[in-house]
């Protein structure tokens, strides 16, 4: 590569930022640009964990991995032939990370993206760039292309843009402005009145960029490929006179169109800046008036007014056209970017059926919804825990009452000590150092139809002799004989009927006066009876009550026989004991968790349990 060329079709770059869309609109420039690699050759993401990720991108219709790394010394061992950075760090760490490119021996150009970068940073970053012959596009720029080649960053906008302004091939116009907005509308008037742009840079806004406008015009100048330049300027600075110098010296000799921004400055307040840092006349000598008038006298071609730069541009093409100096070129039909699947089932173009239907949330929108009720409502409104179970559980507002039922289950079921087997387990892993997770799902997992998952089957059962009118005595029969089970929901180890299980009278006790009508614990109560009357241990348990109020609970809710079917067979009664009892398991863990940290540096005041 040529020392007036900063880019070819083999360019490649390394991004600092994991600026996702950034990277995907260079990728899908070098395709409709026919490259036959990617322009990006590695990513840094300096807060990422591993030393080396990757970052999957679409290339065309193919998706490729691009390498993603944690420093940018890494990232330049491994791709030696990337000579650029387009650098997006934030101004804060800018300067570090532009400095440390600039000093690696393999990169020749270095775009920063960043404004507000200190002046006195920027200027030691230009004393380092001009020392080592390196370029800097920037800072405070959107970057620069090379029409077929290369783009930096988000350098003309979407892809839409680069196809509107030709930039898919190369033209004979080379373009530089101070301004990345005004670019991109320079892209599309020159390619309107010319063949197109060969390159165009953005130099950027700052009061001390990292290169001028006369140094990219003076490569312009040495690139036999150029034709003609163009150049945007504006008010503030001596920039210009450098390029009317240039002219004087035949430094150019190509024809150069050129326009300073800033000619409505002399209706306003002196000393107003326009925009960018450097967009501020100090003297006459700096206003647009002044340079486009000594531009003009040195030989450039110098509009009237902005309206007018298109015109001007198309009559300095058009004549070098007719000498011969610039040669037809031939159009050809850019690939079609594939539309990504998201923006086209925005726009309605397609449709593909769900990998997984969900009914009870949606966070598609600005607002999280459970059951169509907005979560910023829920809040607003101070729902209990109650109403977002029955909302996400049963897809229904429940009550007061019920609502109050659920949270009571789960306060009742929170704990019952270290001894059950959940808990235990649970203990035990965390003791051995686990995480809360595996610590927690060890003791979940010991639910089961002998701890907890009883209240599933206790209602199934009740359900069943209820609504067959069995009577009690045919029930404990039928569970003896046809079964061959113990009735789930009766018996405990401990409790009996002068010991009862206080979890159980709360429940009963609530039930009785809250609920309009109870028929499944009456009817539960009556087993009861008839049970204890063989062995006094032969209670309704917790797990059973919750299960069998339950159904009275759907019962004065008027869930039809299909909506109780599905409740029962999902195990959402069982899924309450799981809920709360996890609220118990994790306070465990986190017990074990504090007495380990503290185990060697002081002794336990008490030990409850061995």
């Known amino acids: 590569m040529e020392d007036y060329e900063l880019f070819n079709e083999k360019t490649q770059a390394i991004v600092y930022g994991f600026q996702t869309k950034a990277i995907q609109r260079m990728i899908d420039f070098d395709y409709v640009c026919r490259r036959e690699t990617p322009s990006v050759a590695a990513v840094i993401r300096p807060t990422q964990g591993p030393a080396v990720a990757t970052h999957k991108v679409f290339f065309g219709v193919k998706e490729i991995i691009i390498p993603v790394y944690k420093s940018f010394k890494l990232a330049a061992e491994r791709h030696p032939n990337a000579d650029v950075v387009v650098n997006f760090a934030s101004f804060r760490s800018s300067f570090e990370t532009s400095k440390e490119a600039l000093e690696t021996d393999s990169i020749r150009t270095v775009a920063i993206i960043a404004e507000g970068i200190p002046e006195r940073q920027s200027r030691i970053l230009g004393k380092i760039a001009r020392d080592r012959n390196k370029m800097i596009i920037g800072p405070a720029t959107v970057g620069g292309i090379r029409a077929g080649a290369f783009k930096i960053g988000n350098t003309a906008g979407t892809t839409e843009n680069v196809i509107l302004s030709k930039m898919y091939r190369p033209g004979s116009v080379g373009f530089v402005s101070k301004s990345g907005g005004m670019s991109n509308e320079m892209n599309f008037m020159i390619a309107q009145n010319s063949d197109g742009i060969f390159e165009s840079i953005a ?33 503030g600075g001596t920039d210009e006179y450098k390029i009317v110098e240039a002219l004087k010296t035949k430094q150019i000799t190509k024809p150069l169109v050129i326009w300073v921004t800033g000619t409505a400055a002399k209706i306003l307040p002196k000393g107003l800046q326009f925009g960018h840092a450097g967009a501020m006349a100090g003297s006459d000598l700096e206003t647009a008036e002044a340079k486009n008038k000594a531009l003009k006298e040195a030989g450039a071609h110098v509009p009237s007014t902005y309206d007018h730069f298109g015109e001007l541009i198309a009559e300095v093409f058009n004549k070098l056209k007719s000498e011969g100096k610039i040669e037809e070129i031939v159009e050809v039909e850019p690939p079609k970017i594939p539309m990504d699947f998201a923006q086209a089932l925005k726009e309605g173009l397609v449709r593909r059926p769900t990998d997984v239907v969900v009914s009870i949330s949606d966070d598609r929108g600005d607002v999280p919804t459970y059951n169509k009720k907005g979560l910023d409502a829920i809040i607003k409104e101070n729902k209990s825990l109650g109403y977002v179970i029955g909302m996400l559980w049963f897809k229904k507002e429940l009550p007061d009452y019920a609502q109050e039922y659920v949270e009571m289950v789960i306060k009742l079921t929170a704990d019952h000590g270290p001894a059950v087997s959940g808990a235990h387990n649970a203990i035990v ?46 029930f404990i029969s039928y569970m003896k004989k046809v079964e061959k089970k113990n009735i789930p929901g009766i018996g405990h180890r401990i409790k009996s009927v002068q010991n009862p299980d206080v979890r159980v009278v709360l429940l009963k006790d609530y039930v009785m006066k809250n609920f309009p009508k109870h028929p499944y614990l009456d009817y539960a109560l009556e087993v009861e009876k008839l049970t204890t009357s063989k062995r006094n241990n032969l209670i309704l348990n917790v797990d ?4 069998i109020c339950f159904l009275d609970l759907l019962e004065n809710l ?51 349990y061995d």
């Open 203 to 235: 130099i950027g806004g700052d009061r001390y960029p990292g290169a001028s406008l006369i140094d990219h015009l003076l490569r312009y100048e040495k690139n036999p490929k150029i034709k003609m330049l163009v150049c945007l300027g504006e008010i």
């Open 429 to 474: 892993t965390a003791r051995a150092g686990k995480d809360l997770m595996s610590s927690l799902a060890t003791g979940i997992l010991t639910i089961g139809p002998r701890f907890g998952g009883a209240i599933s089957d206790g209602a199934r059962y009740f359900r069943m002799a209820y609504d067959k009118g069995m009577s009690p005595t045919e």
């Open 544 to 547: 059973g009550c919750i299960g």
């Open 558 to 608: 008027d869930f039809t026989t299909d909506e109780k079917d599905d409740v029962i067979s999902s195990e959402a009664l069982n899924g309450l004991f799981v809920l709360g009892r996890s609220i118990g398991m994790m306070g465990h863990v986190f017990d074990q968790k504090r007495q380990r940290s503290r185990l060697y540096r002081q002794p336990w005041d008490e030990i409850l």
